[in-house]
């Protein structure tokens, strides 16, 4: 490892100010700062949407700010490249593992570098091999044979060749992007060990995680993004995880939700011990007509698995579900949907609505049984109930026959829905149903959800936004890392808390090196 | 078997943690699919040596010093279009239908091969004559290479229409007749080198050795892989993805033209038909990843993979069986190796 030589330069490594980013109409990230030491390590938290991996997006020149400078090494940059930012010593471990599964370690490590054989065009492959076993040795203590294949390696494996990648380029600035996302336990504590080495070498490293037990134990300085802005910078010794956690979502729960009595009825749906392993571990619950029930997790926890199973887009390994008190097993979505299952997917634009199909259309997709007659179809029965529901729902729309792609981000997601009431479905799993729609919009599907309770269905709303949780949910299942971790009464509970549990850090699950 | 080639793997075990499991199930994936990579390739090696062998006892003559030389001779002009359609399916990708396919090589070597004849009955000598055929071949590579990566058209569509085109200039420049052509360099094409072995026969060695060398032992090479198996880990190690697409697409149209050349002497002129070698070369191409241990083309075992379509051709010659067999035989080929091959890719992405 190249140990950074003394340039005299003492001032901060990475200094971001004022960074102001827009998609569209929308604000990413509203004046962001972000100052970053020589040689500590640096986290990096918020919640999903708070503006993390637009802001790393903009430090790997792969996106450009609107607004505000960016200092690197005591240099300003105008215009970043991927390429520049490489010159400059900063690489990025990603969450993907972007590895080509045909190539050996040797390969990997070295393509866009590679050895040659002295004074000839060609690869020095036996230099590569041989550099790739000692440079494996020696931060990781791991022997593979030279020949593995990338495709042959384990998950974790995988990501200790990419991270070596960036060693043997002898980095300034590591950025580390939710790196234990999938591993476990040991490997992220050789992870940790190896990052507390890359400290003691004077690399700066900035480090994305979820998982605030992770932050406390390993990091120098933390900063808090929350809806584009850095709400905090501190150093780690003077907060902790709690305070951390308060920081990262916005307490303020106004007049958005829906005030609502719940009225349980019979049970709805019940899993016994669903598991698949390496997704989910023996999750049990059931579901009441008349209920909300939320469920979040963060990446990788397995909630989004646990929703697939259940509308039979993926298949347990073990366990049992009853729909009405039957045990059913789901195996397709078309059976789902005859069980009165319905899924609103989280990417409504590509999964849950037809963007080239009218209203109409999209409303009566799942349902076309009902509106067929010696196999045509019956448009004026199908414009008749998609005015019915338009009504109903009020979707914002110049009529039935207007395609869906012209329609808001709220209004999709409502057809989204009214798609399922034509159905008569009465169980809803609802993913992150009010991702990338504004404000207004949040609260119709929010009262949508309490009249979809109200009327005897039961529903099941996966999210990562915990106010909103709180706000419209009866009950809520946190998993962490595939298990339940929790089973919370709303009332009863805070945000604080349930963040604790998503995070794992009111466990004793937290990574300790 | 593979559990202890990895040490992570292995020492998984005695944990307790739920993505203990995955990392297991991830590693017996892997030898499942290490077996069936061996028998797949195993298998198709036996095939090839079996084939030989049943030849070579039913058919005395079949592995004389004097056959395998013609043999290699005959498969010259659809080795170097397959090796070339094998470059761009290294930068293209596995995929047979999004990824790196050329199917105006058999036009573009026609074409080719009507511009040298064409030239040569013009009264231009040798060197104008493969100047104009070799150009030829790479326009042709760079008008698909521009409708790849600037238009963006998939390669399949974007070949497909580039072949049309290519066979209606064929006719208007041949008015669908033989043009005979001859010349210095055609007679020593067609000749005989050492050994009494095709020369045809040593252009295909050499050209192969070259193109191995440059594919499998250069850095470009290994680039050109990357490009076509993962095009954004090239671009995460700072490559830029679509010159090197361009540059195959180049490559192979250059193919083309080589080929058009060694048509030319081969047939002693530029004839008709030649779109009905696209068939054996794509065989050809598919075929030749399995003989690769990662089940990604290379240039050798497209060789290999010429050969044995070459032997088989030949065998059913010598044993006067119908040749009408052949093309079926091949259709099988390209189902077999497809299926199979997606088959392990499935598996590997899943795993």
């Known amino acids: 490892m190249a140990s950074p030589q003394e340039d005299g330069n003492i001032g901060p490594m990475i200094r971001l100010t004022g960074i102001e980013k827009s998609f569209g109409g929308t604000k990413a990230l509203s004046g962001v700062s972000l100052t970053v030491e020589r040689g500590s390590v640096h986290g990096l938290v918020g919640q999903n949407g708070a503006g993390k991996s637009t802001l790393i997006k903009l430090l790997a020149g792969l996106l450009r700010a609107d607004a505000g400078q960016i200092e690197i090494d005591g240099v300003v940059h105008d215009h970043l490249t991927p390429h520049a930012v490489d010159a400059l010593g900063i690489h990025f471990i990603h969450q993907d593992r972007l590895l080509v599964p045909t190539f050996t370690v040797g390969e990997s490590l070295f393509l866009g570098r590679e050895p040659r054989i002295a004074g000839t065009p060609f690869l020095d492959r036996r230099k590569m091999q041989r550099r790739a076993a000692e440079v494996l040795d020696r931060y990781f203590g791991l022997r593979l044979p030279t020949s593995t294949l990338i495709a042959e390696l384990s998950t974790a494996e995988k990501q200790i060749v990419q991270i070596t990648r960036a060693l043997l380029h002898a980095p300034k600035v590591l950025v580390f992007d939710e790196p234990t996302a999938a591993l476990v336990r040991r490997e992220a504590d050789m992870l940790f060990r190896l990052i507390r080495r890359l400290r003691d070498d004077r690399i700066t490293v900035i480090y994305i995680s979820h998982y605030l037990g992770e932050i406390e134990d390993l990091c120098d300085t933390v900063t808090v993004l929350r809806n584009g802005r850095d709400v905090a910078t501190k150093p780690v010794a003077e907060t902790s995880a709690t305070e951390i956690a308060g920081l990262m979502v916005n307490r303020e729960i106004g007049e958005l939700y829906p005030k609502r009595t719940a009225a349980l009825g019979a049970t709805l749906l019940r899993v016994e011990g669903l598991s698949t392993p390496g997704r989910y571990e023996d999750v049990s619950f059931a579901l009441r007509r008349g209920e909300v029930l939320g469920l979040t997790g963060l990446l990788g926890s397995g909630v989004k698995d646990l929703v697939r199973t259940l509308f039979g887009l993926e298949q347990p390994a073990s366990g049992r579900v009853e729909v009405d008190g039957k045990t059913v097993w789901t195996k397709t979505p078309a059976q789902a949907a005859r069980r009165r299952l319905a899924l609103v997917p989280e990417d409504r634009r590509r999964h849950g609505v037809a963007l080239d199909l009218s209203v109409a259309e999209n409303v009566t997709l799942a349902s076309l049984d009902r509106f067929t007659r010696f196999g045509l179809l019956n448009g004026g029965a199908e414009t008749a109930e998609a005015n019915q529901l338009i009504d109903r729902l009020q979707i914002k729309t110049d009529g039935s026959d207007a395609l869906v792609r012209t329609l808001s981000g709220g209004n999709q997601q409502k057809v989204a829905i009214a798609k399922w009431l034509s159905r008569h479905s009465e169980i809803y799993l609802l993913d992150e149903p009010t991702v990338g729609v504004d404000v207004g919009a949040k609260v119709e599907i929010y009262q949508l959800i309490a009249d979809l309770a109200a009327r005897g269905a039961g529903v099941i709303v996966l999210s990562s936004d915990l106010p909103e949780l709180l706000g419209i949910t009866d009950r809520i299942l946190v998993l962490f890392r595939g298990r339940i971790a929790a089973a919370l009464d709303t009332s009863e509970t805070s945000v604080d808390a349930v963040l604790a549990d998503v995070t794992g850090s009111s466990e004793a699950l937290r990574h300790v090196g | ?351």
Do not use: H, W
């Not at chain 2, 006892?57 to 080795?79: C, D, E, K, M, R």
């Not at chain 2, 071949?137 to 998939?154: C, D």
């Open chain 2, 1 to 351: 078997m593979s559990v202890e080639a990895v040490p992570f793997g292995g020492s998984q075990q005695g944990g307790s943690e739920p993505a203990q499991t995955r990392g297991f199930g991830a590693s017996s994936g892997t030898a499942g699919r290490r077996i069936a990579t061996l028998l797949l390739r195993g298998g198709s090696l036996a095939v090839f040596v079996a084939v030989l062998i049943v030849f070579s006892v039913t058919a005395p003559y079949f592995l004389s010093v004097g056959n395998i030389g013609n043999v290699l001779g005959q498969s010259a002009i659809a080795g170097v279009l397959a090796i070339g359609l094998t470059v761009v399916m290294i930068a293209g990708g596995g995929n047979v239908v999004t990824g790196g396919i050329d199917l105006s090589l058999a036009a573009n070597m026609g074409l080719s091969a009507a511009v040298y004849a064409a030239l040569s009955q013009a009264g231009f000598g040798d060197a104008v004559a493969v100047a104009g055929a070799l150009a030829m071949g790479l326009a042709i590579g760079i008008v698909n290479a521009l409708a790849i990566t600037l238009a963006g058209i998939v390669p399949l569509l974007a070949t497909l229409a580039v072949m049309n085109v290519v066979a209606g200039l064929e006719l208007v420049l041949t008015q669908n007749t033989v043009i005979p052509a001859t010349g210095d360099l055609l007679t020593l094409l067609s000749g005989s080198g050492p050994f009494d072995i095709p020369v045809l026969a040593y252009v295909l060695i050499g050209f192969t050795l070259v193109a191995a060398l440059v594919v499998q032992a250069t850095p470009l090479g290994l680039r050109l892989y990357a490009v076509g198996e993962f095009p954004e880990a090239a671009r995460a190690s700072g490559l830029s993805v679509k010159p090197f697409i361009a540059g195959a697409f180049l490559f192979s149209g250059f193919c083309g033209g080589i080929a058009g050349i060694l048509s030319v002497s081969y047939l002693s002129g530029s004839t008709t038909g030649a779109g009905d070698l696209l068939l054996p070369v794509v065989v050809t191409a598919l075929l030749g990843t399995v003989f690769s241990r990662r089940l990604v083309p290379t240039v050798i075992g497209t060789l290999l993979s010429a050969l044995f379509v070459s032997f088989l051709v030949n065998g059913f010659q010598l044993l006067n069986l119908s040749s009408t067999l052949v093309s079926g035989v091949q259709g099988l080929l390209i189902l077999f190796v497809v299926s199979a091959t997606t088959l392990l890719r499935k598996q590997e992405t899943s795993a």
